[in-house]
């Protein structure tokens, strides 16, 4: 589904016929389930190709797509392209009710150059809508590829990165970074055996434990 297909191309003129239901044999009342269909033909009869058929959905279920296309001789024959596509997960609800939705030439069941007019067949077997169609019908034709393109003269002015510069270069000497954590390590050791001293020295008194001033738990 895409609301935004065909970007950038220009549709096919074509004119879409409004939705005619389908009735029972000898009946006055649209048949329900309902089931209408849509003719749509191009201006002067003049045959097109078909990449891309994009529509908006109105309650309508399920689609199926017949093209007219030349037979031999001169005469011409309906093919069905398209089988039962469904629009509506659920008929009875909501979902994919009124979105836009992008027939692509790849999931037609045939050819589809040569286009005469396409003939749209809706279903809804769902009761609960009364009324049901596809709305803003767009056929776009194959798109030509763009030519190739020099880069722009912007790209080539661009200076090349700068190289890293070489890591052996920025090694400091192992053997003095090894000196320098040694002493590190060394310093570490004689503050906390100061700290140590520290705490023990508060309670010595010439070199003895004063025992007024250990406190016992």
Known sequence: MSG???LGRSPVL?????????QLSGG??????????IDLRFPRGAPADVQEIVFRNFYTAFLSVRVQRPGPGGSRRWVTCLRDHCLMPCPHTEEGSQDYFS???HQMLCDVDQVMAVRFI????????LHFTIE????FPPGQKSPQ?????WLSQLTPPEQPASLHEELPDLEKVSTEVQQMWVLTEVIRARQTAARIGRFD???CYDINLLSYT
């Open 4 to 6: 935004a297909a065909g």
């Open 14 to 22: 074509c004119a879409p016929r409004p939705a005619v239901a389908l």
């Open 28 to 37: 006055t009342e649209p048949a329900r389930p309902g089931v209408a269909v």
């Open 103 to 105: 027939l692509h030439r």
């Open 122 to 129: 809706l279903r809804q077997p769902s009761p609960v809508w």
């Open 136 to 139: 803003e019908v767009q056929i």
């Open 149 to 153: 393109k020099d880069f722009p003269s």
């Open 205 to 207: 008194v010439d070199g």
